[in-house]
């Protein structure tokens, strides 16, 4: 291939092996070591370092018998298929660089198709944490405003991780964001999806997704669930957690569902915590966590401001996993 | 974790017995097993969960796109001993009352 | 422009082993070294294993090339056999059409120098391939 590099280092192999033969010693391997690493980097072929043997064979030991010579040939025939599998490897280990810069663009990307920011509500104390256990988040949380100060919330879950979730959940954004405003219902809203995702959507692909409608001026949360993990409501008057009741499938299954609208009525001290399964599914060692331990860990940290309290209890389970997340993690506090 | 898979072939009856955990690193062989199974004319598939200790939701994804199947071809679905967390999963996200799970509850509630 | 062509017929498994050997003698006259020749003789396995696996039955011919200077030799595979319906997908690493062993086209691409490839449909395949002896 490159006739330089060929002779310079035919000429350094022969030095190197007839040092080795007659000295038999550790200096001449670790140079051997590096010679292959050299051979390497330039891109030389198991069957040309055999060749270069066989040539420095024949120069040092010129009477070589005839049958370790043609031995030596039957040995670089075997090396041909390593050279080329060798090079594949390498072309592979290129492209598999390649994708892993495109991943990372299309994950930022995604975070800027998806960002929500966190508005300002009189009255109502916001925190919200989603964490990907990839580098594509398959979780999402949307905030959205309306004139009267109302404030809607969606929470979801695209089964499976990766670029697909990430994909379908650009798709709930862009039909959320296209309702109209007058219809920010939550049965409705869920119901409108649903047929969305039935018919974009493949078979066996399917999202859960909470959508809660807060209305400023009367502290009710009006809100409806397809399938999705059930979050927790915080009592301040009892001091107690109630785990907050739903009906309804998850979207893309039927085609015509219908999802049941509940409402509750927060007081002041309040807390309604929407999550996803990446946090109730929360595996320490072999086991994993019940939702009491669970309630017990976001009760530690309830009393904080809502933004710094869900950062701290992802932080928890994050080290209660070994700083490994299993699945995507997503929680939001709405304190009243 | 694996999944171990024991396909129960009779005919118009058909048993599949899983044991492990479905995943979204199992699932796939899941769903190689049982789909053909299901895309049979009239044949009846009953999935014994019972040791299946672990299952998330790509697993039930599979049985989703078996249940589409069942339309299909007019077979049956039918999941048998499920554990209580197994079975969590199928209430929360509405999917008991479309896929026939069988009633009888492995273990206290 | 001198030209000697000369050809065998691939039907059974070891067909290839005599296109591989007359592929090997002509490297030799033209002057190729040891390397040059196994990597030419792995080329011609490829191309015939192909044939004989996906199309049946089909040829392997050889040509000299003297083209400005330069000595060559090509390897013309071809037969009638169903075609590559994806060429690009089977130029691609990692897609491996002889059961995971076979190096495919990309290994006889980086085995020779320059390589072609011609392919319809149902009505078969022609693969050129050239090995430049170098100076």
New interface residues.
């Given amino acids: 291939m490159e006739p330089f590099h060929h002779n310079f280092n035919l000429d350094n192999y022969r030095k190197l092996l007839k040092s080795y033969i007659t000295t038999e010693d550790e200096t001449s391997l670790y140079q051997a070591e590096l010679f292959s690493k050299l051979s390497m980097q330039h891109n030389i072929l198991p069957e040309e370092i055999i060749n270069i043997h066989i040539q420095a064979l024949r120069e040092l030991y010129p009477d070589l018998p005839k049958e370790i010579d043609s031995s030596l040939n039957f040995l670089l025939e075997t090396m041909i298929s390593y050279g080329l599998a060798y090079q594949e490897f390498q072309t592979l280990r290129e492209k598999q660089g390649e994708l892993e810069s495109e991943i990372s663009i299309a994950a930022n990307m995604q975070q800027t198709l998806l960002s929500t920011h966190k508005p300002k509500i009189m009255g109502l104390d916001i925190g919200a944490v989603s964490v990907p256990a990839n580098i594509m988040n398959g979780d999402y949380y949307h905030f959205v405003t309306d004139e009267n100060g109302n404030l809607g919330i969606a929470i979801a879950d695209v089964i499976g991780k990766g670029i697909p979730a990430a994909l379908a959940m650009s798709m709930i954004k862009y039909s959320l964001d296209s309702f109209p405003e007058t219809q920010r219902n939550p049965s409705v809203i869920l119901e409108n999806l649903n047929r969305v995702v039935e018919r974009n959507v493949d078979t066996g692909m399917f999202i859960t997704m909470f959508y809660g409608l807060f209305h400023a001026k009367s502290n009710l949360l009006q809100f409806a669930s397809a399938g999705h993990e059930p979050g927790f409501y915080y009592c301040a008057k009892e001091d107690k957690f109630f785990e907050i009741k739903t009906k309804g499938i998850v979207l893309g299954v039927t085609n015509d569902t219908t999802y049941e609208q509940f409402e509750i009525q927060m007081e002041p001290g309040d807390v309604v915590i929407l999550l996803t399964d990446g946090v109730t599914e929360c595996r320490v060692g072999d086991r994993f966590i019940d939702t009491d331990e669970m309630l017990e860990v976001i009760r530690e940290y309830l009393h904080l401001p809502a933004q710094e309290a869900v950062e701290r209890v992802f932080r928890h389970f994050e080290k209660l996993q070994g700083f490994h997340l299993r699945d995507d993690f997503t929680l939001i506090f709405l304190k009243k | 974790m694996d999944l171990n898979i024991e396909v129960n072939d009779q005919g118009l009856s058909q048993s599949i017995k899983l044991a492990g955990e479905i995943d979204?690193y199992t699932a796939p062989k899941l769903?190689e097993a049982l789909l053909p199974l299901v895309k049979k004319e009239n044949v009846t598939v009953v999935v014994d969960l019972e040791h299946v200790n672990y299952m998330?939701?790509?697993g039930?994804?599979?049985f989703?796109?078996a249940l589409?199947a069942t339309k299909e071809y007019d077979s049956e679905l039918r999941l048998v001993s499920l554990q209580d967390?197994v079975r969590r999963l199928f209430e929360?996200?509405?999917?008991e009352?479309?896929i026939n799970i069988d009633s009888t509850v492995r273990g206290g509630k | 422009m001198s030209k000697t062509q000369s050809c065998v017929h691939i039907k059974k498994e070891w067909d290839i082993v005599g296109a591989r050997q007359m592929g090997r003698e002509k490297a030799k006259e033209l002057g190729f070294g040891t390397v040059n020749q196994a990597r030419i003789a792995t080329a011609i396995s490829e191309l015939a294993r192909n044939i004989y696996l996906y199309a049946g039955t089909g040829k392997i011919s050889y040509e000299v090339v003297n083209d400005m200077n330069k000595l060559g030799l090509k390897i013309i595979a071809s037969d009638d056999g169903p075609g590559i319906a994806d060429i690009s997908k089977s130029m691609e690493d990692g897609f491996s059409t002889s059961g995971g062993l076979g190096a495919g086209l990309p290994g006889v691409k980086r085995l020779m120098d320059d390589f072609d490839i011609e392919s319809e449909e149902g009505k078969g395949t022609t693969i050129t391939a050239i090995k430049w002896v170098r100076k």
């Fill in positions: 979204a769903k998330d939701s790509t039930l994804g599979v989703i796109s589409k967390r929360i996200t509405g999917l009352n479309i």
